[in-house]
C-alpha cells in the first residue's frame, strides 16, 4: 500500500511514539500527529513537542472537551445509555470524536491515510475504523498492532532506545488506563484475574468510600429538554459542569465500577471504572424523567436503551440506526426540565427530591386521602376487562 502522508491518533505514550518512526520507516510517508484534548488532564504542550521531537512532520493539539461532553457525552446521557447493566462507556463515546477530528485533519493536509494505536484484540479498532470509514469512505487506514512484529512491552522499548525515541522513566502502572472528562478505566496487568481486588491506591477521581466525608452532601442539579444545565442553581456549560459533579462525587467515592464485559470482538475483558459525575447524573436524570415523562413513552425508550448503548459500545455512533434512534430519544426528552436533590453519602447517590415545571405528577390523583377526582369503582371494570383473557385461559 502506498502511502504519501499519514494522520496519526497520537497520545505520547510509548505505543504511539514507536508508530511514528516505524510508520516513517515501514511506508516512507510524512506523519501528521494529532492529539484530542479530551479532558484526560495531562500536558499537552509536552505531548505536542514530544511528536515533533520524535519525528513528526506537524502535530495538532485540539481541545475538544466542550463538544465531547455537549455533542458525545450529553446524547448518550439523555438516552440512559448503559452497557450491560452497568457501564457507563467513557471510552466507547470518545472514540467517534477522536476520529472525526483525524479525519477532518486529513482532509485538511490531504494526507490520504490514517493510523491509530488500538490493538487488535480490543474494541477500540474498530471504533475508530467504523468512524474512518463512515465519513471518509476511500480512506486508507494503517493499524500497525495488526502489522508489525513487536509482541510485548519489552520489544517495542528496545526499537524505542535503538531509534532514540524517549521512553517514559516512570515506574510502570501494572495495568493500563484511558481518561477522560467523563471517566477513567483501568484493565490489563493485575486487573486481568477478576478474582483479583484492585489495590486501593489505583484510583484517581474517587476517594473509597470508606474515607469519604461522614457527613452526606446534598446536590441540586437543573435539567432542560433531558440536559443538565445547572449545579446548585449556578449555570455551567456542559464540561464545566461535568468537571464540578466529578469533584463533588469524587470526595464521597461514588461512581467506581467493577465488571467483565462482552467486548464486541468475542472476548470477555474485566474492566474497572471511575465515572463520578456521569453516576450522579445517570441517577438525576432518571429522577427527573420519573416525574415528567409519559409512561408509554418511558417504557418504550426503556425497550431501546440496550440496542443504543450496544451501538455506542461496538463503535457505531455515526451509522444510521444510531442517528435514527437518537432523533427518538431526544424527542421523548422535550419536557424532561426541571431539578433534582441528590444526597451523596460514602458511595452513595440518594435522590432526595424532585421537582419540575411540567410535572405529570399529580398529588391529587396520586393521595390516599379523601379525593373527587379519581372514582375508585372504576377500578373494577379495568380490572375485569384485563382478567378476561385470563379467566378464558384457565377454563381451558
Same mark, same amino acid.
Given at each position: 500500500?502506498?502511502?504519501?502522508?499519514?494522520?496519526?491518533?497520537?497520545?505520547?505514550?510509548?505505543?504511539?511514539?514507536?508508530?511514528?518512526?516505524?510508520?516513517?520507516?515501514?511506508?516512507?510517508?510524512?506523519?501528521?500527529?494529532?492529539?484530542?484534548?479530551?479532558?484526560?488532564?495531562?500536558?499537552?504542550?509536552?505531548?505536542?513537542?514530544?511528536?515533533?521531537?520524535?519525528?513528526?512532520?506537524?502535530?495538532?493539539?485540539?481541545?475538544?472537551?466542550?463538544?465531547?461532553?455537549?455533542?458525545?457525552?450529553?446524547?448518550?446521557?439523555? =438516552?440512559? $445509555? &448503559?452497557?450491560? %447493566? @452497568?457501564?457507563?462507556? +467513557?471510552?466507547?463515546?470518545? !472514540?467517534?470524536?477522536?476520529?472525526?477530528?483525524?479525519?477532518?485533519?486529513?482532509?485538511?493536509?490531504? =494526507?490520504? $491515510? &490514517?493510523?491509530? %494505536? @488500538?490493538?487488535?484484540? +480490543?474494541?477500540?479498532?474498530? !471504533?475508530?475504523?467504523?468512524?474512518?470509514?463512515?465519513?471518509?469512505?476511500?480512506?486508507?487506514?494503517? =493499524?500497525?498492532?495488526?502489522?508489525?512484529?513487536?509482541?510485548?512491552?519489552?520489544?517495542?522499548?528496545?526499537?524505542?532506545?535503538?531509534?532514540?525515541?524517549?521512553?517514559?522513566?516512570?515506574?510502570?502502572?501494572?495495568?493500563?488506563?484511558?481518561?477522560?472528562?467523563?471517566?477513567?478505566?483501568?484493565?490489563?496487568?493485575?486487573?486481568?484475574?477478576?478474582?483479583?481486588?484492585?489495590?486501593?491506591?489505583?484510583?484517581?477521581?474517587?476517594?473509597?468510600?470508606?474515607?469519604?466525608?461522614?457527613?452526606?452532601?446534598?446536590?441540586?442539579?437543573?435539567?432542560?429538554?433531558?440536559?443538565?444545565?445547572?449545579?446548585?442553581?449556578?449555570?455551567?456549560?456542559?464540561?464545566?459542569?461535568?468537571?464540578?459533579?466529578?469533584?463533588?462525587?469524587?470526595?464521597?467515592?461514588?461512581?467506581?465500577?467493577?465488571?467483565?464485559?462482552?467486548?464486541?470482538?468475542?472476548?470477555?475483558?474485566?474492566?474497572?471504572?471511575?465515572?463520578?459525575?456521569?453516576?450522579?447524573?445517570?441517577?438525576?436524570?432518571?429522577?427527573?424523567?420519573?416525574?415528567?415523562?409519559?409512561?408509554?413513552?418511558?417504557?418504550?425508550?426503556?425497550?431501546?436503551?440496550?440496542?443504543?448503548?450496544?451501538?455506542?459500545?461496538?463503535?457505531?455512533?455515526?451509522?444510521?440506526?444510531?442517528?435514527?434512534?437518537?432523533?427518538?430519544?431526544?424527542?421523548?426528552?422535550?419536557?424532561?426540565?426541571?431539578?433534582?436533590?441528590?444526597?451523596?453519602?460514602?458511595?452513595?447517590?440518594?435522590?432526595?427530591?424532585?421537582?419540575?415545571?411540567?410535572?405529570?405528577?399529580?398529588?391529587?390523583?396520586?393521595?390516599?386521602?379523601?379525593?373527587?377526582?379519581?372514582?375508585?369503582?372504576?377500578?373494577?371494570?379495568?380490572?375485569?376487562?384485563?382478567?378476561?383473557?385470563?379467566?378464558?385461559?384457565?377454563?381451558?
Amino acid at each position: 500500500m502506498k502511502v504519501n502522508k499519514v494522520v496519526l491518533a497520537y497520545s505520547g505514550g510509548l505505543d504511539t511514539s514507536v508508530i511514528i518512526t516505524w510508520l516513517k520507516e515501514t511506508y516512507a510517508c510524512e506523519v501528521i500527529a494529532f492529539c484530542a484534548d479530551l479532558g484526560q488532564g495531562e500536558e499537552l504542550k509536552a505531548i505536542k513537542n514530544k511528536a515533533l521531537r520524535t519525528g513528526a512532520s506537524k502535530a495538532y493539539v485540539v481541545d475538544l472537551r466542550e463538544e465531547f461532553v455537549k455533542e458525545y457525552v450529553f446524547p448518550m446521557l439523555r =438516552a440512559n $445509555a &448503559v452497557y450491560e %447493566g @452497568a457501564y457507563l462507556m +467513557g471510552t466507547s463515546i470518545a !472514540r467517534p470524536l477522536i476520529a472525526k477530528k483525524q479525519i477532518e485533519i486529513a482532509r485538511k493536509e490531504g =494526507a490520504d $491515510a &490514517v493510523a491509530h %494505536g @488500538a490493538t487488535g484484540k +480490543g474494541n477500540d479498532q474498530v !471504533r475508530f475504523e467504523l468512524t474512518y470509514y463512515a465519513l471518509q469512505p476511500g480512506i486508507k487506514v494503517i =493499524a500497525p498492532w495488526r502489522e508489525w512484529k513487536f509482541d510485548s512491552r519489552e520489544s517495542l522499548v528496545n526499537y524505542a532506545k535503538k531509534n532514540g525515541i524517549p521512553v517514559p522513566v516512570t515506574k510502570k502502572k501494572p495495568y493500563s488506563t484511558d481518561r477522560n472528562l467523563f471517566h477513567i478505566s483501568y484493565e490489563g496487568g493485575i486487573l486481568e484475574d477478576p478474582w483479583t481486588e484492585p489495590p486501593a491506591d489505583m484510583f484517581t477521581l474517587s476517594v473509597s468510600p470508606e474515607k469519604a466525608p461522614s457527613k452526606p452532601e446534598y446536590v441540586e442539579i437543573g435539567y432542560k429538554n433531558g440536559d443538565p444545565v445547572a449545579v446548585n442553581g449556578k449555570k455551567l456549560s456542559p464540561a464545566n459542569l461535568l468537571k464540578k459533579l466529578n469533584d463533588i462525587a469524587g470526595r464521597h467515592g461514588i461512581g467506581r465500577l467493577d465488571m467483565v464485559e462482552n467486548r464486541f470482538v468475542g472476548i470477555k475483558s474485566r474492566g474497572v471504572y471511575e465515572t463520578p459525575g456521569g453516576t450522579v447524573l445517570q441517577a438525576a436524570h432518571r429522577a427527573l424523567e420519573s416525574i415528567t415523562l409519559d409512561r408509554e413513552i418511558m417504557h418504550l425508550r426503556d425497550s431501546l436503551i440496550p440496542k443504543y448503548a450496544e451501538m455506542i459500545y461496538y463503535g457505531f455512533w455515526f451509522s444510521p440506526e444510531r442517528l435514527a434512534l437518537q432523533r427518538l430519544m431526544d424527542e421523548a426528552q422535550k419536557g424532561v426540565t426541571g431539578t433534582v436533590r441528590l444526597k451523596l453519602y460514602k458511595g452513595t447517590c440518594m435522590v432526595a427530591g424532585r421537582k419540575s415545571p411540567v410535572s405529570l405528577y399529580n398529588p391529587q390523583l396520586a393521595t390516599f386521602e379523601s379525593e373527587t377526582v379519581y372514582d375508585q369503582k372504576d377500578a373494577e371494570g379495568f380490572i375485569k376487562l384485563n382478567a378476561l383473557r385470563l379467566k378464558v385461559r384457565s377454563k381451558i
